[in-house]
Structure formats: structure tokens, C-alpha cells
Nanobody, 119 residues
Framework: VQLQASGGGLVQPGGSLTLSCAAS????????MGWYRQAPGKQRELVAT???????QYTNSVQGRFAISRDNAKNTVYLQMNSLKPEDTAVYYC??????????????WGQGTQVTVSS
């Protein structure tokens, strides 16, 4: 089982980016999926989560600007980021609770994708 994140890059303040993260492998079920980020010199922080039923939660600093969604048929979670600010610059990691076909519920992490907001 692995998570593959993509979609990061360099964007100007006020711009938009969409991150994607696809889970692959021998998967029986996927629970909550989410995005975290880690800026230089700071601890990793939760950005947004999406439960399997569709409920979403956001950290205050991105509320109203970011939108998390998931496509359960594709085992993929997305993060639409709008009105980006320089303080959103960080490495973004996806995260999911996954039940492998031959295992137990575990937390998996993607490899991280860099988002840089700068003029």
C-alpha cells in the first residue's frame, strides 16, 4: 500500500493549486483521508481531513480558501487551494487510514509535495 501525492509547485500570491493523492496497492478499505503541511523550522500541522462519509474539517488558517474532497472509487483525495498566501508555503503530505487486504488498520503517508507561494 502506498500514497502518491502530486500537484505541488510555485504559484504567485492569490493563485490556486490543486493537490492530488492516490492510494494504491492491496486495499480492503480506506477511512479518513487528509492533508498535513510542514513549513521550514515548524512542526507538521493538520490542514484538512475528509471522512469516508464526506464530513470535512479544516484548520482555521485555511478555512474558506481550501477545499478537500475525495473520490472513493479512485481511492484519491484532493486539496483545492485558492487565494494562496506566502504563509501557505510548505511541504504538503497526504495521509490516510487504510485497511490492507492482508493487514490491520494503519496510517499511511504520502511522500510530500512542495508548495511555494511567492511573487
Amino acid at each position: 500500500v502506498q500514497l502518491q501525492a502530486s500537484g505541488g509547485g510555485l504559484v504567485q500570491p492569490g493563485g490556486s493549486l490543486t493537490l492530488s493523492c492516490a492510494a494504491s496497492g492491496s486495499i480492503s478499505s480506506i477511512g479518513a483521508m487528509g492533508w498535513y503541511r510542514q513549513a521550514p523550522g515548524k512542526q507538521r500541522e493538520l490542514v484538512a481531513t475528509a471522512a469516508i462519509g464526506g464530513n470535512t474539517q479544516y484548520t482555521n488558517s485555511v478555512q474558506g480558501r481550501f477545499a478537500i474532497s475525495r473520490d472513493n472509487a479512485k481511492n484519491t483525495v484532493y486539496l483545492q487551494m485558492n487565494s494562496l498566501k506566502p504563509e501557505d508555503t510548505a511541504v504538503y503530505y497526504c495521509n490516510a487510514r487504510i485497511l490492507p487486504r492482508d493487514g490491520v488498520w494503519s496510517t499511511y503517508w504520502g511522500q510530500g509535495t512542495q508548495v511555494t507561494v511567492s511573487s
